[in-house]
Each structure stands twice: as C-alpha cells, then as structure tokens.
C-alpha cells in the first residue's frame, strides 16, 4: 500500500511533577489516500493526542508524518480539522464563518467565486437557510455542520475528526455522519476520525485502528471494513459481517480495559 | 389575642386588606386571592421605583436642613442653595464670564477635557494591555510598576504633568490635566484588556492557526474581536475615573469647568454652588456610567 500520510515512531510525552509521563509511545500508522479510518479506544489513553500532533497543534516529542510526501511541521489549513465542540469564532455568522479560511488558502479567486465556494458547501451541510446566523443562533447540530463546511470547503489534503458528533443527541448524530460520508464520497479526502462509538466507526470507515490503553499507548489492533460504499445505515447493519466486526471491537476494548497496567509502569 | 384561635384566618389576611367587601373568608375559594396578591404586589414594586428613592431623597434634604441649622451653620440649606444656583441652572448656557458660566457650559467645557484624555488613556492603555495579556515576560515586567503607579492620586500626578509640560507656556495647564487623566483612567483599561487576552478560548486560537492567519490577522479576526467585552469593560471604569480625576485636575489648574467653578466659589466663599457642582458631577458621571454600560452590554451578548 503506498501510503499518503504516515505517522512513524509518533510518540509524545508530557512533564509532569512526577516525571516525563509518555502518553503515546512509537504509534505507527500509514493511510492510503482517499481512506477513512477512525481511531478508537478508551477514554484518555491518547486518540486526540494523536490527532491533534497531526493536526499541528500539539508538539511532537519524537517520530514525525508525513503527508502526501512532505514531514509536517507546525498545523496548516492542508489539514481540516473538527473537534468535539465546533470552534466557531461567535462574532462571525456561519457564512463569515467559513468565509475565514476560504479567504485564507483561495486568496487568489474572485470575491464572488469565494462566496460561492462558501454558499455550496453551507448549502451542502444543509444550512442553506442558515447561512447568515450566528452560532449563538444556531443549534448544537446545526454548528457541528457549519465546522463540517468548514474543513471541506478549504479542500484539504486531510480531514481530522475529534469525536464530532461526541455532543450530539442520537437523531442528529445519524443525520450528521450522512452527511459527513456524502460529502466525503464527492471529495475523497484522506481522513483520520477518533470517536468512541464502535456503530459509528464501522459505518463509516475502511479501517478502524484500535489503540491500547495508555500510557505508552500504540496501535494495537486494526480492523479491515469492507461494507460496500456508497454506504446505508441499514445495510451496512444488515450485512452478515456487521456483529462479528462489532464483536470483534467490543472485546478489544474490554480486553484492554481489563489489562491497563498502572500509571507507574 | 382572638386571632390566634384562626389560623387559616391569619394566613388569609395579606389578600384580603385590600378588598373589605369579602365577607366569608374561610369560604373563599383559594385561587383568586392568590392572583390578586401577585399582582397587588407587582404594583408595588412598582411603586417601589420611585417611592422608596423619593424617601430616600427626603430624608437626606431633612438632614441637610437638619445639618444646616444645628452642626454646621456655614452649610447653606437647601432653600438657599436652591435660590442662588438658580441662575447657573436656569439659563444653563449663559456666558457671563470665563469662571461665572451656565451649569451645562461648565459642565460641557469639562466633558472635552475628559474626552481628550480618555481618549489618550484608551489609545495608551488598550495596546498595553494586548502587550501585558500576549507576553509573560511583559507581565513580569511590568506588573509589579503598574501596581505601584495605579493607586496614585490624580493629585499627585497632576504636580508631575505641570513640571513635564513647564515648557509648553500657555497649553501647560491643559496637558498637565490631560496627562493626569490619561494616566489615572487608564489602568482598568489596561488590566481588564489584559485579563481579556489572556481569557481568548484556546479554540479560537486553534482557528487561526489551522488557517495559518498571519499576526495581523489573527489580531484583528480573532484576539480583538475575541477580547472586546473585557475591553468594554475596562472602557467603562476608565471613564468613571476620568470623571472622577477632573474635577482635582481643574481645581489645581484653575481651569474653567465644573471643578473650576467648584473650586473658585469656595475660594470666593460662596458655598451654594459648591453643592450645585457636587449634584452635577454625580449626575453626568451616572449618566456616563449608564450609556457605557450600555455600549458594553451589547459587546457582551454579540
Ligand atoms: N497538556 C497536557 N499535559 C499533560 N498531560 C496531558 C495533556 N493533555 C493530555 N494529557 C494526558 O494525556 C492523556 C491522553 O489524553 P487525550 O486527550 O489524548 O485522550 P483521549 O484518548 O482523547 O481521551 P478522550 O477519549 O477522553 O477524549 C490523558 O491521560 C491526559 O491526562
Ligand atoms: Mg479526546
């Protein structure tokens, strides 16, 4: 597989007063372009450690990636990034909003042909309507959409989800991430995705990449998922393979759980 | 000593004071005399607005008739105060000469001079708090002078801007008073910008750096933006200082204004005024005081 971006020896570690507390030890991962994988496992073992050292954000104690041939340094609008909570600058309407990075990254486009890049992809989320609130206006969803357009519209070379739908009621979390596999099937952009949902990881993914738990966390398992694409809920949940997969997910986390070793070791 | 037989009688009273004609309490449906307590109260609070300030009010004009007459008898009472500031309150916008002018001239003469140097302390203060929020270092720096300097008396900076402008002739009073106002008024423009900068959530700064925002922009799109209710508020205080350092820098200066005035009648001993010009400075420091937090209360919901 020729990888797109790699994540080599990825490790990174924290002082702490007891010492250097290494949260994630020579995470090894590679992703072919155009592929989704999500990145599960327990809560603190280090999946937004990883996602944001990718994203830039956060320093990188050793090791180092690579995206579409060049060691990253530093964060980048080549990247797209979601998190939990939408991020949204609250003075600006969603349109502004957006209108932010499309400015940044198509300096040289007309004005009109920048809007209109801003108005497809608002559209596109389903906040036609929407466009010219702000998020004070808007709803919890109706946000995480706006952040959604966000990242697409700068056509990144990545995409990074931090749990995105994490806050989300059920209904509007479906809604969202047909959303999200839509947009994604039109731009195939080469995305890494942490969440906590197993259901979620094998809807939309081709691979799922289970970590250990921390410290010294690593990749442990990584799951092939080969549902057929364009993807439905339903026959993706229908798919004879779907509980054995699920399965299979559900163990590795309870595994782990059972053998997290103390901080001290 | 007969009612403590009825208690359901008692419990029922409150509602009932107002309306003689309900003859049969016990029998009384419970409903109605509820609503008609919520809103006989609500029509006292009402009332409460203008009532309880108008007592208030009084009672401070019956100690100061009270005062005037017993402890201190140079004190002109209420009466007298009122007929000789009559003039300066009647026609507001007379000019009779430099130091003997209208209320609202006064007062007027000293909002520019306020403005001016609110001004300066703003221009002074917001980039300094910006340098103090962005950097430790300046912190470090320059906190432990800022804490020195902040509680200073317009007083005794207003001696200093006089030897710093000796040079300047006839506009040394003026920049002197400036000068003091600037650097009393701003301080909380300093500090609440700074507290501000430093409170920008981490996602915003996120935002900027994933765009790759150049310094500028990330300033002017997301740390400004981000830091203005805070600013808004430190407006606010650095104005109510302003006002409140005019009056000490006119009185020194012997510039005409509100303090002026204040200051040339007591030296010409006419006491009635003095009050008159006390009255006036609280009413347009309220006054400032209200539109400000006007201004800042729209920031805070944007
Ligand atoms: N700035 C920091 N300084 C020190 N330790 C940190 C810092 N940030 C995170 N950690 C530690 O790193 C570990 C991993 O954190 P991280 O946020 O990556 O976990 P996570 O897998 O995303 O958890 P969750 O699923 O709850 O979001 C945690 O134990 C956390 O305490
Ligand atoms: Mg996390």
Known sequence: MSAYCELFNLTKVYPSPKGPAVIVKDFNLRLAEGEFVTLIGHSGCGKSTVLSMVAGLNGITDGGIILAGRELAGPGPDRGVVFQSPSLLPWLTAFENVMLGINQVFFTAQPHEREQIAEYYLSVVGLADAMHKRPAELSQGMRQRVGIARAFALKPKMLLLDEPFGMLDSLTRYELQAVLLELWRKNRITTLMVTHDVDEALYLSDRVVCMTDGPEAEVGDIIEVKFPRPRDRKAVMEHPDYYPLRERLIEFLEIHAHRRRPPTA | ?302
């Open chain 2, 1 to 302: 000593m007969s009612n403590s037989t009825l208690p359901t009688i008692l419990t029922a009273q409150p509602a009932e004071t107002g309306k003689p004609a309900a003859g049969t309490p016990a029998a009384a449906p419970l409903p109605p005399p509820a609503g008609r307590t919520t809103r006989d109260w609500s029509r006292l609070v009402k009332l409460d607005w203008l009532l309880l300030p108008a007592v208030g009010l009084a009672a401070v004009v019956v100690m100061w008739f009270i005062l005037s007459a017993t402890l201190s008898k140079d004190l002109p009472n209420p009466t007298r105060t009122w007929e000789s500031s009559k003039p300066y309150v009647v026609e507001p916008f007379s000019y009779r000469g430099e130091l003997d002018q209208g209320i609202l001239r006064f007062t007027w003469l000293s909002l520019v001079l306020v403005a001016k140097g609110y001004v300066i302390a703003l221009a002074l203060g917001t980039p300094l708090g910006f340098l103090l929020g962005l950097s430790k270092m300046m912190t470090k720096m320059l906190d432990p002078i800022i804490q020195i300097l902040r509680p200073v008396s317009p007083l005794a900076w207003l001696p200093l801007g006089m030897v710093l402008f000796l040079g300047a002739g006839k506009q040394a009073s003026e920049l002197a008073a400036l000068f003091t106002i600037a650097i009393c008024a701003m301080w909380p423009t300093v500090l609440n910008t700074a507290v501000g900068v430093r409170a920008i959530p981490q996602d915003y700064l996120n935002v900027a750096k994933v765009l790759k925002l150049s310094r500028w922009k990330t300033l002017t799109k997301v740390m400004i933006p981000a830091t203005l209710p805070y600013m808004f508020t430190g407006f606010r205080l650095s104005l109510g200082i302003a006002w409140l350092v005019i009056v000490a820098a006119e009185m020194l200066t012997g510039r005409p204004g509100i303090g002026g005035f204040l200051w040339q009648q007591y030296n010409a001993l006419v006491y009635e005024q003095i009050i008159l010009c006390i009255l006036t400075i609280g009413i347009v420091g309220f006054i400032l005081d209200r539109l400000m937090s006007v201004v800042e209360r729209r920031f805070k919901t944007a």
